[in-house]
T-cell receptor, first 115, second 114 residues
Framework: AQSVAQPEDQVNVAEGNPLTVKCTYSVSGNPYLFWYVQYPNRGLQFLLKYITGDNLVKGSYGFEAEFNKSQTSFHLKKPSALVSDSALYFCAVRAPSGGSYIPTFGRGTSLIVHP | NAGVTQTPKFQVLKTGQSMTLQCAQDMNHEYMSWYRQDPGMGLRLIHYSVGAGITDQGEVPNGYNVSRSTTEDFPLRLLSAAPSQTSVYFC?????????????FGPGTRLLVL
C-alpha cells in the first residue's frame, strides 16, 4: 500500500527566509510525486511534480522540490518565503501508470510566513 | 471557460436525508473524481470516472453513489446522510487519469450533517 507522511502540521518562517516543507512516501515501484497548495476556501492548485529525470524539480511561484530515492523523500523548498505563500500544502504520491489511479495525499502542512 | 464548478457551496442536512452534490466541467476532460477533505487527514478519493459511462470506487466509497452520463457532469449522491459525512467535498477533473498534474479542482462544497 502506498502512503505519504507530512511530519509537520505547521511550519513557521519569516518572510525572506528559506522554507522547507517535508514529505516522505512509501510506494511500490518508482513513484509519481506531487505538491499542491490550497488557499483558504479554495480547491487545490498544482505546484509541481516528479515523474522521472532530474531529482530537482522546479514549479510554480518559485517553489522547487528535491526527490531523494534513498531517503524516500520529496521535500518542498523555496529560497525566499513571501507572506503570500502562507497556505496549506499537500504532498501526494501515486504508483506508476498501469495500476490503480488512486493517489494518496498527505495530511497537509500549514505554512505560515510572518512579515 | 468556467473550469470546474460545484453546487451548492454549503449545505446542512439532517441525518438520514439524501442529496446530490453537483459537479460540472467545461474543459472536455475525460477523468473526473470526488474527494473529501477532513481536518488532519488530507484528501481521500471517494469515486472516480475515466469517461462517460465508467465509474469506479476510490478509497472511501461507502455511503456515496456516482454516475457519469455525460462527459461534463459527475454528480455525487449521498443516499442517507450520516454525521460522519460532514466534510468538505472537492470535485476534480483532468485530461487523463494518468495526468495527475493537470487535475483541476472545483471550489468545494461544505456539508454539515446534523
Amino acid at each position: 500500500a502506498q502512503s505519504v507522511a507530512q511530519p509537520e502540521d505547521q511550519v513557521n518562517v519569516a518572510e525572506g527566509n528559506p522554507l522547507t516543507v517535508k514529505c516522505t512516501y512509501s510506494v511500490s515501484g518508482n513513484p509519481y510525486l506531487f505538491w499542491y497548495v490550497q488557499y483558504p476556501n479554495r480547491g487545490l492548485q498544482f505546484l509541481l511534480k516528479y515523474i522521472t529525470g532530474d531529482n530537482l524539480v522546479k514549479g510554480s511561484y518559485g517553489f522547487e522540490a528535491e526527490f531523494n530515492k534513498s531517503q524516500t523523500s520529496f521535500h518542498l523548498k523555496k529560497p525566499s518565503a513571501l507572506v503570500s505563500d502562507s497556505a496549506l500544502y499537500f504532498c501526494a504520491v501515486r504508483a506508476p501508470s498501469g495500476g490503480s489511479y488512486i493517489p494518496t495525499f498527505g495530511r497537509g502542512t500549514s505554512l505560515i510566513v510572518h512579515p | 471557460n468556467a473550469g470546474v464548478t460545484q453546487t451548492p457551496k454549503f449545505q446542512v442536512l439532517k441525518t438520514g436525508q439524501s442529496m446530490t452534490l453537483q459537479c460540472a466541467q467545461d474543459m472536455n476532460h475525460e477523468y473526473m473524481s470526488w474527494y473529501r477533505q477532513d481536518p488532519g487527514m488530507g484528501l481521500r478519493l471517494i469515486h472516480y470516472s475515466v469517461g462517460a459511462g465508467i465509474t469506479d470506487q476510490g478509497e472511501v466509497p461507502n455511503g456515496y453513489n456516482v454516475s457519469r452520463s455525460t462527459t461534463e457532469d459527475f454528480p455525487l449522491r449521498l443516499l442517507s446522510a450520516a454525521p460522519s459525512q460532514t466534510s468538505v467535498y472537492f470535485c476534480a477533473s483532468s485530461y487523463s487519469a494518468g495526468g495527475l498534474e493537470t487535475q483541476y479542482f472545483g471550489p468545494g462544497t461544505r456539508l454539515l450533517v446534523l
